[in-house]
């Protein structure tokens, strides 16, 4: 009987809140529980529903405007936050006008109608931002599954003492010191496959992994599922597969870093310096030349293209995801992104610029390789890896393009991933070449 409620539970744990029956069941209860507060053979009710109406529709169209015109939500935000925002100060309203004239039943309904209300708010920015994929990752409060260094060292000892690998890899936070950028970040976290827990510990290469703007950390294991696609790569290559370092790329005084050394710190120095030198130093990874990749989703993805084109040296292999042809701050025009984050100067813009680093440095970058994928629906994106793609293969890259069906979400950026990590594997040297690829590949 455990046995069977551990299993019930567990797949219970597992269950989407982004998707499918749950969202839709709170949805639905939501609505009936103001429906059931709803008293329409009051005259005086139904004056004071339509005021309620009518101002809470007026309170989430200002704010939608005020956060549109201040930029502070994206550009390609969904309606349903709005809508469920809209929905939540209603059921606000209904249980503050109504309260003397509710019975203590239907202040209940009413109470748990707001707080439903909150929740399918709160519950359609999730889908959006995809923070919380599971029953779990809400519940732990984390939105991956972390572990803390004494499990990691439990891990460790069970190996010494068995010999055998566990199962799956594990995610940890962490903190990344800013040694040579003094760049102040928030926590970043790692991703140790199988295999780096054995006893003759092999040297591992690694994968950066960058959010998007705005973005954290943690996006790639929460939305991106990374370590979960990182999990099935080890089941299938006997517990190998690369560790993933997912740093703070923004920082702490910006959302939007597009990692550059700017007024709001040393970005770049910080991504091409200090954290490949604690993967080597404090996770045991590969030194050797080639050995580590770059990849990221979004403005992520100009990030890791941009890092390995200005240090080669570093990332000989990177990956963008849903990533446009150059920086750009927030929502700004190029102007207002060369004075905010450049300092006003076009020359370093440009040093940042793809297309014109392949335009100044023809067949200069041989040693390099780069997958590029988007969505067919995210036009801008999609038409930024067709420009590179090419552009990338004419000055000597190795490179790999797939435009497959999808958006400017997690959903295709956890596919991206999936679809590139064997050829990634290969570039850095963990696995053999793989015999297909989904995507088209060129070799200068």
């Not at 015109?69 to 969904?78: A, E, N, R």
Request: hydrophobic content about 45%; charged content about 15%.
């Amino acid at each position: 009987m455990l046995t069977l409620w551990h299993t019930l539970w567990f797949g219970f744990t597992q269950t989407s809140i982004i998707t499918g029956w749950l969202p839709i069941t709170f949805e639905v209860i939501t609505i009936l529980t103001i429906a059931i507060t709803v008293n329409w053979k009051s005259r005086r009710y139904r004056r004071s529903f339509l005021v309620g109406l009518g101002i809470s529709a007026a309170v989430t169209f200002i704010v939608a405007t005020v956060l549109w015109l201040t930029s502070v939500t994206p550009p390609d935000i969904p309606p349903w936050p709005y809508v469920w925002g809209f929905v939540f100060l209603l059921a606000l309203w209904i249980c503050i006008s109504e309260w003397t004239h509710l019975n203590r039943k239907r202040r209940v309904i009413s109470i748990l109608s707001v707080v439903l209300a909150l929740a399918c708010t709160l519950g359609a920015i999730n889908v959006f931002t995809e923070t919380f994929i599971t029953v779990y990752r809400l519940g732990s409060l984390q939105p991956e599954q972390v572990v803390d260094q004494q499990q990691v060292n439990d891990m460790q000892q069970q190996v010494n003492a068995t010999g055998k690998l566990p199962s799956h890899g594990v995610v940890f936070e962490t903190t990344i010191p800013p040694v040579q950028s003094d760049f102040q970040t928030r926590k970043a976290y790692v991703y140790l496959p199988p295999a780096w827990f054995a006893t003759k510990k092999p040297l591992l290469p690694t994968i950066v992994m960058l959010p998007g703007e705005p973005g954290s950390a943690a996006d790639w294991s929460s939305g991106g599922t990374a370590d979960e696609t990182a999990d099935a790569f080890a089941a299938a290559h006997n517990g190998l597969a690369p560790i993933l370092v997912m740093p703070d790329s923004n920082g702490i005084k910006t959302v939007d870093s597009e990692c550059v050394n700017s007024q709001f710190g040393n970005a770049e120095t910080y991504l091409a310096v200090d954290v490949p030198a604690y993967a080597i130093n404090q996770l045991h990874a590969s030194p050797a030349a080639g050995a580590m990749a770059i990849a990221g989703l979004s403005a992520g993805g100009t990030c890791s293209m941009i890092l390995a084109l200005n240090h080669p040296n570093v990332y000989q292999t990177f990956a963008s995801y849903s990533g446009f042809t150059a920086p750009q701050y927030e929502n700004d025009t190029v102007q207002q992104t060369i004075d905010i984050l450049f300092g006003g100067s076009k020359s370093k813009y440009e040093a940042a610029s793809p297309i014109t680093i392949f335009e100044t440095s023809p067949d200069g970058f041989g040693q390099l390789s780069g997958w590029f994928e988007a969505g067919s629906d995210d036009t801008e994106t999609a038409d930024a890896a067709r420009i590179l793609q090419p552009l990338a293969a004419k000055a000597g890259i190795s490179t790999c393009v797939l435009i497959r069906p999808g958006g400017h979400d997690f959903e295709l950026w956890s596919q991206a991933f999936a679809d590139s990590l064997p050829w990634l594997s290969w570039q850095i040297g963990l696995t053999s070449q793989p015999k297909t690829e989904p995507a088209k590949c060129v070799t200068p």
